[in-house]
């Protein structure tokens, strides 16, 4: 019998498997192209007028405390960053469709596209990263020192001697 977090995580999974497919269901059912698709996330860049590095890096973090946040899993989780990573390698692989359909001789080698593709990713996960790294450890960190009952410094308690100053 599978443990209840293994379950959530199951679960949770097979919502972000869903919720891509149904993106990719949406797309096709209103017959965008994927040129509009692409059209579409230029426009956001120039809406905003925000670099695509910049927008790469607002939208995974938006996205990592979106999911957090709407399936109450804590930051420390797996399944917000798994959510990150999912939806953003579905952006590059749209991203490489959208080439596909433009591609011309010597578009491979000479476009800088597998960089840009590189570097989307890492804009895209850096922050999602780095919190949950953080809070992660801070977690293990607060449970290690509960769970060993070790006192807090200078709050008094059995681990902890506080010297009195007399006046």
Not at 24 to 46: C, E, N, P, R, W
């Amino acid at each position: 019998m599978k443990s209840q977090s293994t379950l959530d995580q199951t679960t949770g999974l097979t919502l972000v498997i869903l919720s891509v497919a149904a993106v990719y269901s949406i797309v096709i059912s209103f017959h965008l192209q994927l040129s509009d698709v692409y059209a579409m996330k230029q426009s956001v860049g120039t809406i905003t007028g925000m670099p695509d590095s910049a927008l790469h890096a607002y939208i995974g973090l938006a996205i990592f405390f979106a999911t957090g946040l709407l399936l109450q899993k804590p930051f420390h989780a797996r399944l917000p960053w798994l959510t990150v990573l999912t939806v953003e390698l579905f952006n590059e692989a749209m991203d490489f469709l959208n080439a596909l359909s433009h591609l011309r001789p010597g578009f491979w080698s000479n476009s800088g596209f597998w960089s840009n593709c590189l570097s989307d990713i890492v804009y895209t996960l850096t922050l999602p990263t780095l919190l949950f790294i953080t809070t992660k450890l801070l977690h293990s960190y607060v449970t290690i020192l509960f769970n060993n009952k070790v006192s807090l410094p200078n709050r008094g308690g059995d681990g902890v001697r506080i010297p009195r100053v007399h006046q």
